[in-house]
């Protein structure tokens, strides 16, 4: 939409509001110019990725689950289904019903070392560690360590639901890093068991595939690989 036809269209409902909707007593210019799409368009990393998570943990049903700097969207809905902790370096002022926001340091190993967390989340937040956009200190090996506490805090019998950006292995900094898919595997294999790979292809129409080759996603500038781990 054009500034000109969103000009007429203002002089046109207002001047029919006044006679109509005599309940209204402002107008307020607020052009939204760019909204006038034939498809709703969306983040295909952001919507599906949530998606996927959520169906997991409502089909484990945990007693409680903890989530470490994922999606605000995420933490908000699956609370309303399971008790959660929302854990960040950031913390959000959040305020309900069986939520609860608390800060915590992934890099620091006091605070993870000895937990038993039967299901835990992280998604779309190991890639950004150590590169220092969001205040952190800059640490090359800041997402490693992040890593390696998540396994430390999982208990056995647990399952942890991790999310990064695959594809050719590179670093945009300070924005984040796009890891290998066998890699993340790869690291985490010695103690968790991949109980799914579900592979985003990225900003394209394409569906998400459900356990394909972990090396299909080698060829991808940016895609967004969801991993189920289980703890054995």
């Not at 939204?32 to 368009?41: E, I």
Request: net charge negative.
């Amino acid at each position: 939409m054009d500034l000109n036809f969103y000009k007429s269209q203002l002089d046109e409902f207002v001047a029919n509001s006044i006679s109509d909707r005599p309940e209204f007593t402002e107008y307020k210019s607020f052009p939204c110019l760019n909204d006038n799409l034939t498809h709703t368009d969306y983040d295909t990393h952001y919507i599906y990725h949530v998606a996927w998570a959520i169906q997991k943990i409502l089909s484990h049903k945990p007693d409680t689950h903890i989530d470490v700097s994922s999606s605000l969207n995420f933490c908000t809905s699956i609370c309303s289904v399971v008790p959660t902790t929302f854990i960040d370096y950031r913390p959000a002022s959040l305020y309900l019903n069986q939520l609860q926001c608390v800060e915590g340091n992934l890099t620091d190993n006091s605070q993870w070392i000895g937990k038993k967390y039967k299901s835990l989340s992280c998604m779309h937040v190991v890639e950004h560690i150590g590169l220092g956009r969001y205040g952190d200190e800059l640490d090359v090996n800041g997402d490693i360590k992040a890593m390696q506490n998540l396994e430390r805090a999982l208990d056995y019998g647990g399952r942890l639901l991790f999310v990064v950006p695959v594809g050719r292995p590179q670093i945009f900094f300070n924005a984040h890093r796009v890891y290998s898919s066998k890699w993340v595997v790869d690291f985490f294999e010695p103690k968790l068991k991949l109980a799914e790979f579900y592979f985003i292809p990225g900003p394209t129409t394409a569906p998400p595939l459900v356990n394909c080759d972990l090396s299909y996603s080698d060829d991808f500038e940016y895609g967004c690989g969801c991993f189920e781990f289980f703890k054995f």
